[in-house]
């Protein structure tokens, strides 16, 4: 340290600027945005494993499917141990409502199903316990969870069939019971690993049955089940194992007690005899009496404190007893009456007039949503009150709300009675609202995808309000809330909610016209049903995006889908249709110049061969499918071997293509210098000083040439690079002849090597009557020439020149030939 100067000078480091006082502090990072400046947030990428791919989930460009490389396949699920699956239990339950605790209500008259269930779960028995809405279903469940904790190796197993499929429910119970965060097996390593799962499985609001139902059971032979169910939900089949439990309502005697429970003070003579009046009219029904117990509760409020409401505007609007003043007392002195029997039978409009603001606000949201109930953490920013969290003990406390899975909704009946009392008239207002937050919180990168899907029922229920778009910016509303809500789906493997919400996202965006939006929902569209084995569909929706795509010259965008329909085409084993372009999309730009082309698909049966095409066509191999009874893994392998064959095919095309270009470009360069050599013998000729009067010989037909071969044009033929003969067209375009005709002779035609010692030029213009064959002959001029000399006797040519077989040669630079593309 610098006795003088004070200061870190350690490491290199400078004093500058230390212990100065620059009149201020150094601000602090903020904690969060000022309001209107937006920062750039990194987008939320996962990647993930279903099956034998690698989806690769991007907010911003869409989602990308591929193989998965060899060596990056996740490892083997691991089955969760007693601690990991009850903390799991525990993290998945409903939150605890703030606010004053509930009474813990006792279970009364069910003994006797109680012990019955428990019995036959034992025994390895499925149970359908079927009781009406508001019967003490999920009251019972619990019970019954709580007493079979150590029948089943894998333990108790709690899930919601809330608004979930069959396969929805099977992907939960493999989620209980393995910690693989990242992995989604597919349908057929499912069903092998779920056999050897044996648990109970507790499964309350399930809303399907039949042959689903069954299809379910035939897949978890190991677990014994208990469903809870309404009457109006299908029953199994006739052959199904299932033991059948109803669940009545309870006696007037336990009705009272129940009620005397929620009140928590013994009841008058009075509430008595209307409690027996309530259990005839409600048949008993325990959510009834909670309820009834809520209004008993606000009446005891009341009697204490009249004015314990007036805050909340309880008097407001409501009709005015002249029998009984403000503090609701007559002249008598009596006290506040009891509620009316319709009133205690549907008690939720009185007992939502008696709540606070933000609760009455939190209802509104409610019934927007469907009856489902936003998360406490979300009722402030929503609510627009800082304590708006508290609403939901509120509700809670009346019996307003029961428990679906990790979340609250309205209990039943309450959503029919809220609406008949007009809280929902502003339903698309609240629902647009809700949506506008939703869509802001869903993308935010701080929102894992585990908090999202548990708000999924909420964010699915607000685009099922706005997507008829009949109100003004609803749809444009929905569409952003389905493409922030969506990515956040997939990564957190809840692909049923992911589903619903790009089929309610491309609705929305076809109703506003946003064709770019709509491309991108069918482009997700079409990678989930190929990542879950629909093949037909996942082909439909690609192809509907790279139309839409192509069409907004989103060549990004339509490479992706592309890809993506390439793998569908591997899978399903049809041919690659890559080139296929739908109508109104640009052709993508290839990696080298070449003229458009169609493409022909050509089956490869055996040894790799090029067919020959047209001018117009370019071959395209593709391997046939596969044969009938192949296996999965005989699916894989031959999708690997596809992928090297047609590496090894473009890497021969190229060299072909190489090879030929490199042909053409040494033709082109010998048949200029033959041009520009002195020594060469070319098509002009000369003229002879004697027989200038008598005319060019060019102008004097000659015996050698057949009227019938003569050239339309009258001009002189000349050779091609190889030899041949070029004659000149009508059109004016040279066409080659490489046979000779009977009668000719070399010395006739002039040739495009050196002349030899044997073969000098002759000066006369008219050939002798009978000449003598030269070595360098082709052919004789008899009439009747033989065939086998003619085909011996060929012109020796340059050794740059190239002789075909199958076909001419390039007869020039200025016509290219033909060459076949290979893709």
């Not at 990647?47 to 998965?68: A, I, K, M, R, Y």
Request: net charge negative; proline share 9%.
């Amino acid at each position: 340290m610098d006795p003088t100067h004070r200061g870190p000078e350690v490491f290199g480091h400078d004093n500058d600027g230390y212990g100065e006082d620059t009149g201020r502090r150094r601000p602090r990072d903020p904690l969060s945005t000022d309001f209107g400046q937006q920062l750039q947030q990194q987008a939320r990428i996962v990647q993930l494993f279903p099956g034998d791919f690698l989806l690769t989930v991007n907010p911003v460009d869409g989602s990308e499917v591929e193989l998965c490389p060899p060596g990056e396949q996740p490892a083997a699920p691991a089955r969760r141990t007693s601690a990991e699956r009850t903390d799991r239990e525990r993290a998945a339950a409903p939150p605890v409502p703030p606010g004053p605790p509930s009474p813990q209500l006792p279970l009364l008259e069910r003994a006797e199903e109680l012990e019955r269930v428990v019995r036959l779960l034992a025994r390895g028995r499925s149970v359908r316990l079927t009781g009406p809405a508001g019967s003490g279903r999920t009251a019972l469940l619990n019970a019954v969870a709580a007493d079979c904790a150590d029948l089943a190796p894998d333990g108790v197993v709690r899930l919601s069939g809330h608004k979930r499929t069959a396969t929805d429910v099977l992907y939960g119970l493999y989620e209980a019971v393995f910690d693989a965060p990242l992995l989604r097996p597919d349908r057929a390593a499912l069903l092998e690993v779920i056999r050897g799962i044996g648990a109970v499985v507790v499964l309350d609001d399930l809303e399907f049955g039949g042959s689903a139902l069954e299809e379910l059971l035939d897949a978890t032979p190991e677990c014994a089940f208990l469903f809870a169910v309404t009457p109006v939900i299908a029953a199994p089949t006739a052959d199904s194992h299932l033991e059948e439990v109803f669940l009545a309502g309870l006696g007037r005697s336990a009705a009272v007690d129940l009620l005397e429970q929620v009140v928590e003070r013994p009841l008058t003579e009075d509430e008595a005899n209307w409690a027996g009046d309530l259990w005839f009219e409600s048949e008993g029904l325990p959510l009834r009496f909670v309820q009834a117990g809520a209004l008993l509760r606000q009446r005891d409020m009341l009697r204490t404190d009249p004015t314990a409401y007036d805050e909340h505007g309880y008097f407001d609007g409501r009709p005015v007893d002249d029998s009984f003043d403000a503090f609701g007392q007559d002249a008598d002195g009596r006290d506040v009456p009891l509620p009316s029997l319709g009133e205690g039978a549907a008690p939720a409009a009185l007992l939502a007039s008696r709540l606070s603001e933000p609760a009455r606000d939190t209802l509104h949201f409610a019934v927007a949503l469907g009856g489902e109930v936003p998360h406490q953490a979300h009722l402030p920013a929503l609510v627009g009150d800082t304590h708006a969290d508290a609403a939901l003990g509120e509700l809670a406390g009346c019996g307003l709300l029961s428990p679906a899975g990790s979340r609250y909704r309205l209990a039943a009946g309450v959503l029919a009675q809220l609406e008949a009392a007009g809280y929902g008239e502003d339903a698309a207002d609240r629902a647009s609202t809700a949506a506008q937050h939703y869509a802001w919180w869903a993308g935010h990168p701080s929102v894992t995808p585990a908090r999202a899907v548990a708000e999924a029922d909420a964010i699915v229920a607000a685009m099922n309000q706005l997507v008829p778009g009949d109100g003004a910016g609803q749809a444009s509303a929905a569409v952003l809330l389905a493409r922030s809500a969506a990515p956040a789906f997939a990564a957190g493997l809840h692909w049923g909610g992911w589903e619903r919400a790009l089929r309610l996202g491309q609705e929305a965006a076809r109703i506003t016209g946003e064709v770019a939006e709509e491309a991108y929902f069918h482009h997700e569209l079409g990678v989930l049903a190929l990542c879950t084995g629909n093949l037909d569909r996942a082909r439909a929706e690609l192809e509907a995006s790279i139309g839409m795509r192509g069409a907004l010259a989103d060549k990004s965008g339509a490479v992706a889908g592309r890809r993506a329909l390439a793998l569908v085409a591997d899978r399903s084993g049809g041919p690659v249709l890559g080139g296929r372009t739908p109508p109104g999309e640009e052709a993508p730009a290839a990696r080298y110049e070449e003229s458009a082309r169609s493409l022909a698909v050509i089956p490869v049966t055996g040894p790799m061969a090029v067919p020959r095409t047209s001018e117009d066509e370019t071959a395209l191999i593709s391997r046939v499918a596969p044969a009938a009874g192949t296996g999965a893994s005989g699916g894989r392998k031959a999708a690997l071997l596809g992928g090297a064959r047609r590496n090894l095919v473009a890497a021969g095309a190229g060299v072909l293509l190489a090879g030929v270009l490199g042909t053409v470009v040494t033709l082109g360069m010998t048949s200029s210098s033959d041009a520009q050599d002195g020594g060469s013998v070319t098509t002009e000729q000369s003229a002879d000083e004697d027989s200038i009067d008598g005319g060019f010989p060019a102008d004097e037909p000659t015996d050698a040439t057949a009227p019938g071969k003569a050239s339309s044009s009258g001009s002189p033929s000349s050779p091609g690079p190889s030899g041949s003969q070029i004659t000149p067209s009508g059109s004016g375009a040279p066409s080659t002849d490489d046979s000779s005709a009977p009668g000719d002779s070399p010395s006739d035609k002039p040739s495009s090597h050196k002349p030899t010692k044997s073969s000098s030029p002759s000066k006369s213009p008219t050939p002798p009557k009978s000449p003598t064959p030269t070595p360098s002959s082709s052919s004789s001029e008899s009439d009747s020439p033989d065939p086998s000399d003619s085909a011996s006797e060929t012109p020796p040519t340059e050794p740059g020149s190239s002789d075909s077989a199958s076909g001419p040669a390039p007869s020039s630079a200025a016509s290219s030939p033909t060459v076949a593309t290979v893709v």
